[in-house]
């Protein structure tokens, strides 16, 4: 009963969904018939069908708006943001191309250009276009990052620190600049990341990814109490397998509370079924435990998932041994 339910409160929600999408395209559509030759309009309606993953439909809408106004460098920053979704990169850079010959001194577009650049791993011209953007507005934040993510890519840690804290700088709320400076600090296991992934969770308190980060430099200096909250945090926001298996963690290793951890290595397993190292990790607690048949079938499991896994093979070896 409850499963169906459930089923019903979902349906009802999708019908729901789309009623107001229905309604909503029913409204543009009819200022269009009323004032076709009006470009934002039909920017509008193709920020709509970005909003529902329409994405050719919104080009083809930002079309008609450039077919009617070519002088807005805005079309043209979005369509090509529409380009680069479908990983249309090539029509992508001549949109951006055409913006910077309607407006030469657009700092979006080179920036927009450089992030191109930078996919297709072409790191000196995603430098070129960043630091063209700076000379136009020295206080471009995103330039800054786009320049942290290039020098990250290329393995050069002090540069890509530095240019993430001069976006931070030059922008106190760059949620992403602050999780790679985290990320980073963590790497090299200094105190500052902790810092920095409490100002990512200041602007986004739900993150699961910062949150994740949290919990991880927690459980890596013994803050297990915190680590297990935030990892709860998680888990209670969205499925994350990686927060479920380091419940199971922290609960099997520094704990030993082994039948706990059992039940958060299954969790992971139920969000995915190819978890081979929790099927591993859940083997081992069975082991401990003495259930030596569970352990036996746990080792399997990952070995047919992933049959060159050394750690699995030598404790299926073990097992059958004590067996």
Known sequence: ??????????????????????????????????????????????QMYEQYDEVLYAIEDIDRAI??????PEFYLLKAEMQKQVDDFQNAKRTLDRCLFIDNNNVQARIELGWLAFIIQNYEQAIEYAD???KRNMYSAEAYYLK???????????????????????????YDAYIQLGVLHFNQDNDLAKGYIKNALRIKPESPEALYHYGLWCQEHGEYNEAIETYHKIIAIKPFREALFNLGYIHQEYLKVFDLAIG?????????????EAYYNRGLCHEQLGNFDQAELDYRKALEINSNYDFAALSLDRILKKK
């Open 264 to 276: 958060f290595y299954t969790e992971a397993i139920g969000s995915d079924k190819n978890y081979f």
């Open 148 to 174: 942290g993510m290039v020098f990250y890519e290329k393995q050069d840690t002090a540069k890509a620190i530095s240019s993430f804290i001069t976006a931070v700088e030059q922008e106190s709320n760059y």
């Open 67 to 72: 077919k009617i106004d070519s002088l807005l």
């Open 132 to 134: 063209a953007a700076l």
């Open 1 to 46: 009963t409850v499963k169906q339910e459930k089923g019903g409160n979902e349906k009802g929600e999708v019908d729901s969904l789309t009623a107001y999408k229905n309604a909503a395209f029913e409204v543009i559509n009819e200022q269009l018939k009323a004032d076709p030759n009006n470009p934002n309009l039909y920017m509008k309606r193709a």
